[in-house]
Structure formats: structure tokens, C-alpha cells
């Protein structure tokens, strides 16, 4: 069974226009304010979208109402709306309430203030509702050597040259669809090669997820040796039809610049593709599946987690278990013999 997602199929043009026109001014303020204090545009983009449902909600479930006035047993009935009708999982709807909350904080300490006289008597009405039972409604694709590397090989005899280097840099980078799209062809120069020539590092640092605008700054690393022909395949590809850029992905209509990141969720369907029509398996590959393969490549090749941790740049060596997929029933004989249990020895990146 592959990864289901539920798509927002909830707001429109039209439903977003006929939204109540205070709601509208106060999402706008509201999303200045956020840009004021440098909220990171990917985080204002899914504030954005978050308050259009949220206002959709309210112009077809509550009467178009301001949200100043929403009591707290509508946004009771928002929650079971998106659970039990729209079949949001509870992460999402853990999240829409975390934005109607700072919605609600903001309204309370910048607005009140400013105007006490409409927005003075304002009380947050989402605080208090117990969040739904955090069950998983996704099924992770999980990816084996084989697959990846039959993946690769039927992109490279497509002569997709581009999707088969990202596929390969996601696999063997790890990083997530965003960062992807920060590397540049110069961080795989021999200059880079770390580890007796086992990573490329990208030695400076690079945007990662976090907050405001900057976001974390951290080095990514990539297995050199798996990923070197993708590399050199799409160079040469490159080299063929004069595309000079210093991205690894450049944007066809300004080289100067990196392709916009949501290239890739059309990239994965050709992926999920390749991987059906090779194997006849349906599951849906997504560019995290990829991160979760990296890690569980690093953790089977005996790279020990707190080490994973410092290539991932993860802040807590619990995140490794959560990425690594390896069935333990399958490791046991790595650890168990007939005669008992086995020395194991810990291998360094430079035998991956």
C-alpha cells in the first residue's frame, strides 16, 4: 500500500471572494506581521494557506462570521469536520489549531491593543480543546537497494539525466525536496572529498529548515562513491547543450537561479512510475522516503546513530531511529548464531 496524502480540495477563487472581508484584512495584517519579525517564506506560505481553509471553514460552516467571534464549540466542530469528514490526520489538525492559536495571540497582543474598543473584549477560543488521537494515517515507502538501483538505471537508459542525479542525491544526501536545490555543481569538486574520499562535503554551510529567514545553517554530506555517476552523467549532459550554471539544478528559463523545489512532487510521479512499470510494485515514491533510505543505509552499513546524527544534522539521536527503516527481525542473524550471540565490528563511512 503506498503513502496516502489527503489534498486540500477545500478553498477556490470564488469561495476565497466571498470569504467576510474583516477576516481577509485580518489574515493580511496578520501575515505583515510575519513577515515583520522574518518568519521564513516557506512558513508564512503555510500560514497562508492554512488561514484560507480556516476562513472557508467559517463562510460556509459558520456564517461567515469574524473570526473575533468564533466560539470555542465551532472550532469543536471544525475539528470533527477535518477528522471524521475531510480525514485529516491529527498531525494536520494539530497544526491548523497551532495557526489559529497564533492567530488568536495575535489578535490579543497587537491588536487589542491598537483598537481596544473592537478587539479589546477578544478571548482565544482554541485554547482548551483536546487534540484528536495521534494515530499514523500514512504508510511509508520503503525503499531497498535493488529498488533504488533499478529506479537509477532505468532513468540513466531514459537518458533522464537531471531526475536521475536529484533521485540519486536525494538517496545518497539524504537532505530534504527543498535543500536538494541548494547544492551547487562546485561542492562535488575533489576539493570537497572527505573521509578518505567516502563523503563530499559541501564544507560551507547551507540553508536547512528552521526558523526565520535565514533558517539553520548546516554542511551536507553525500556518499561520494554512489553518487559519482549520476554526478558525471548529468555534467556531461550539461556540457553537451551549453548549460552553464553553477546549481546542480538550474531553472531552464534563468540558469543563474535554482529550479523552484516543487519541480521535484512532479519528478516523484515519474519516479513511482519507473518503479510500477520495473518491479510492479505501486507504492508512491516521495522525495522524505529517500531521506528515510539514507539513513537506514548509514545505520545497516554499522554507522553508529550518534554519528548518523552529525552527517543528518539532526539535534537528537532519537530522530535516527524514527528514519531508520530496518526490519529488526531481518538484522537479528547479524547479531545471533547457532552458537550463540556474535562479535559485531563498527565500520567507518569509508567502507560504505
Keep these: 500500500m503506498g503513502r496516502k496524502v489527503q489534498q486540500n480540495k477545500i478553498t477556490s477563487p470564488e469561495k476565497l471572494a466571498a470569504v467576510n472581508p474583516k477576516n481577509m484584512e485580518l489574515k493580511r495584517d496578520f501575515l505583515a506581521y510575519l513577515r515583520s519579525i522574518q518568519r521564513s517564506p516557506n512558513t508564512i506560505k503555510g500560514y497562508d494557506n492554512d488561514l484560507d481553509i480556516i476562513m472557508v471553514f467559517l463562510l460556509e460552516r459558520c456564517g461567515n462570521k469574524e473570526f473575533v467571534s468564533v466560539k470555542k464549540r465551532e472550532w469543536v466542530a471544525m475539528q470533527d469536520w477535518m477528522v471524521n469528514e475531510n480525514g485529516n490526520s491529527a498531525a494536520r489538525v494539530r497544526r491548523i489549531k497551532a495557526v489559529i492559536s497564533s492567530l488568536s495571540n495575535y489578535v490579543s497582543n497587537i491588536l487589542a491593543e491598537d483598537e481596544p474598543d473592537e478587539f479589546g473584549s477578544f478571548k482565544p477560543t482554541i485554547r482548551g480543546i483536546e487534540n484528536p488521537v495521534n494515530t499514523p494515517v500514512m504508510e511509508k515507502t520503503v525503499l531497498s537497494d535493488e529498488e533504488v538501483n533499478t529506479v537509477l538505471s532505468a532513468l540513466m537508459d531514459a537518458k533522464q539525466y537531471e531526475k536521475a542525479c536529484y533521485f540519486a542525491l536525494a538517496a545518497f544526501s539524504g537532505r530534504r525536496k527543498s535543500e536538494l536545490f541548494r547544492f551547487k555543481t562546485e561542492h562535488f569538486g575533489p576539493d570537497h572529498l572527505i573521509c578518505n574520499g567516502a563523503l563530499y562535503s559541501t564544507l560551507e554551510t547551507i540553508q536547512s529548515k528552521g526558523r526565520g529567514v535565514t533558517g539553520k545553517q548546516i554542511v551536507f554530506y553525500t556518499l561520494a562513491k554512489d553518487f559519482q555517476p549520476y554526478f558525471d552523467a548529468w555534467m556531461q549532459y550539461r556540457e553537451q ?29 515519474t519516479f513511482s512510475r519507473v518503479l510500477f512499470e520495473s518491479t510492479g510494485r505501486a507504492d508512491k515514491i ?49 547479531y545471533f548464531t547457532a552458537d550463540g550471540i556474535k562479535g559485531t565490528e563498527k565500520k567507518s563511512l569509508s567502507d560504505l
Design 286 to 334: 516521495y522525495s522524505h522516503a529517500l531521506r528515510h533510505y539514507y539513513t537506514t543505509r548509514l545505520s545497516k552499513s554499522g554507522v553508529p546513530h550518534n554519528v548518523i546524527k552529525e552527517i543528518v544534522a539532526w539535534e537528537d539521536v532519537s530522530m535516527v531511529a524514527r528514519y531508520d527503516d530496518t526490519d529488526v527481525a531481518e538484522s537479528f542473524s547479524d
Design 241 to 269: 547543450i551549453g548549460l552553464d550554471s553553477p546549481w546542480m539544478f538550474p531553472d531552464p528559463d534563468d540558469p543563474t537561479q535554482p529550479r523552484d523545489h516543487n519541480i521535484a512532487n512532479s519528478w516523484t510521479h
